[in-house]
C-alpha cells in the first residue's frame, strides 16, 4: 500500500529555516516523480516543486532561490529545505506521487511563518 508521510512542519519567523520531509512506502521515490504541493489558507492548493527519477528538480516561481528539492534514496524520502521564509510561505505543505491512474497525497505538514 502506498503511503505518504510528511513531516517537519512548524511555526518559524520571516527569514527562517525549516526542513520538510516526505516518507514513502510502497514505491521507491528515486523511479518516480516527487511532488511539494502547499495551501494556504483560504487559497486553492499550489504546486511547488517536484524531482524526476533523473534527479532533476523543477520549483515554482515564488520559491525558486529559496527551496531546495532534494532526494534520499537509501531513506526512500523526498526533502523540501526551505530557506529565507517569508509570511506568504504559510501553508499545509503536502508530498504527491502518481502512480499508474492514481494520484496520492500525504497527510499534509503545517508551516507558519510568523513573527
Known amino acids: 500500500q502506498l503511503q505518504l508521510v510528511a513531516s517537519g512542519g512548524g511555526l518559524v519567523q520571516p527569514g527562517g529555516s525549516l526542513r520538510l520531509s516526505c516518507a514513502a512506502s510502497g514505491i521507491v521515490v528515486s523511479s518516480y516523480l516527487m511532488r511539494w504541493y502547499r495551501q494556504a489558507p483560504g487559497k486553492q492548493r499550489e504546486w511547488v516543486a517536484n524531482?524526476?527519477?533523473?534527479?532533476?528538480?523543477g520549483y515554482t516561481d515564488s520559491v525558486k532561490g529559496r527551496f531546495t528539492i532534494s532526494r534520499d534514496n537509501a531513506k526512500n524520502t523526498v526533502s523540501l529545505q526551505m530557506n529565507s521564509l517569508k509570511h506568504e510561505d504559510t501553508a499545509v505543505y503536502y508530498c504527491?506521487?502518481?502512480?499508474?491512474?492514481?494520484?496520492?497525497w500525504g497527510k499534509g505538514t503545517l508551516v507558519t511563518v510568523s513573527s
Open positions: 504527491n506521487v502518481d502512480r499508474g491512474s492514481e494520484t496520492y
Open positions: 524531482i524526476n527519477s533523473y534527479g532533476n528538480a
